[in-house]
């Protein structure tokens, strides 16, 4: 591709960065502080909801990856986010935990495989570039559209009705859609997955057992921090913060992800990816900690700036170790496995929540989670040896 179109095109996925994280924080940054005050769910039936938001992730992703790598991403994308764009209004014909249970069921199965999707297609475009353009420097897009759109939607739903955010969301997936079909041009890989039988996936993990191993550590690690994944608006709303903190919350947590999305690859480089996963965990740790013993709101927000770390620097570690071992023709299934354990890990992390929801409350929970993620610091520094977690170039 000449320079200029691969200008031109990296302005186009950043664009779509923007806009897609732009529409995902409109309802989730609030959905589940909505499922709380509007239809007046229990913390248990919440952490069901979240837990089902999640676990689709272990199935579909995959299979979307399959089909992504065997048809190409855009054409995938496009029905992904087609699918989605119709369906987030339908939030607002539901009232009730079961039929909401199972439209976010619905919802997920199209909307869940944009996020591993689109990492491939800035993957696509840092090769294509030839390491001009990191994954991360497209990647930290999502965490300006993630922020902008969280506070701004914040303070437009702090002064009308929580219902906006539904239709805020679909007309951003909506934009994106628009410039996906009329903008976007794949890039050229250099090879297609033949087969899309899940014996592929399989035989990948036998043949790259680090990388079962480094997928099972994200689980454990994903499992024991849920509680600052999804339903941390509901320790906000329990703090008594209004929708405008919330909002600020998330955008203090979004702008703290841009340093590591632009430098984590280097820092990975340097340091390599074990040391940087337990350098995350143990920030982590200290953030549950501190959420624990905290009872302002405002402090809550000051505590958020380590997202950056457990979170942003997180998944650029994650992204950048499965790439460098996954062959080409399987670069969307190995992006979507790292979404599917991470998943994991996030589904049943709330599911426990809302089953002990009637024992301890989340603050509680932030402080029990801190020492388990310890705990599995040092269970990984007794093993890791054994296992050569290391990211290339």
Same mark, same amino acid.
């Given at each position: ?59 579909? %992703? ?58 491939? %297609? ?77 014996? %592929? ?124 071992? %996954? ?67």
């Amino acid at each position: 591709m000449p320079h200029k179109a691969l200008n031109r095109q990296k302005l186009v996925i950043k664009f779509m960065f923007l806009f897609s994280y732009m529409a995902a924080a409109a309802w989730l940054s609030y959905f589940y502080v909505y499922l709380k005050e509007v239809p007046q769910l229990s913390i248990f039936e919440i952490g069901v909801i979240a837990g089902f938001q999640q676990f689709n992730n272990i199935f579909v %992703v995959p299979a979307w990856g399959l089909l992504a790598d065997k048809f190409g991403r855009k054409r995938m994308l496009l029905l992904s986010m087609g699918i989605t764009t119709l369906l987030i209004p339908g939030f607002l014909l539901w009232d009730g935990f079961l039929g909401l249970t199972l439209f976010m069921i619905a919802v997920t199965l199209f909307y869940n495989p944009m996020v591993s999707l689109f990492d491939t %297609v800035a993957l696509d475009y840092e090769e294509q570039s030839k390491g001009k353009t990191s994954y991360g420097e497209i990647r930290l897009w999502a965490s300006i559209g993630w922020g902008s759109s969280s506070l701004l939607t914040g303070l437009f739903i702090n002064t009308t009705h929580l219902h906006y955010i539904f239709p805020i969301a679909s007309l951003f997936f909506l934009l994106v859609w628009l410039l996906l079909f009329f903008l976007y041009k794949p890039l050229t890989t250099k090879t297609h997955l033949v087969s899309l039988k899940p014996k %592929v996936i399989r035989d990948l993990l036998k043949s790259e057992k680090k990388l079962l191993y480094f997928f099972f550590l994200v689980f454990a690690y994903s499992l024991f921090a849920a509680p600052i994944f999804l339903i941390i608006n509901v320790y906000y709303h329990e703090l008594g913060a209004p929708n405008s903190i919330i909002g600020l919350a998330f955008a203090v947590q979004a702008i703290s992800e841009i340093p590591f999305f632009f430098f984590g690859k280097k820092l990975v480089t340097r340091f390599g990816a074990k040391k940087v996963f337990l350098f995350t965990m143990f920030a982590t740790a200290i953030r549950m900690f501190l959420y624990g013993i905290n009872y302002k709101p405002e402090v809550a927000v000051a505590i958020g700036v380590i997202h950056g770390i457990s979170i942003g620097l997180f998944f650029v570690s994650m992204v950048a170790f499965v790439h460098n071992i %996954v062959p080409n023709q399987m670069r969307s299934v190995g992006q979507s496995l790292i979404y599917s354990f991470y998943a994991g890990g996030v589904a049943f992390g709330n599911l426990l929540i809302g089953v002990l929801d009637d024992l301890i409350s989340i603050k509680t929970t932030m402080l029990l989670n801190a020492g388990w993620v310890m705990l599995l610091i040092g269970l990984v520094l007794i093993i890791g040896p054994r296992i050569k977690f290391h990211a290339t170039n």
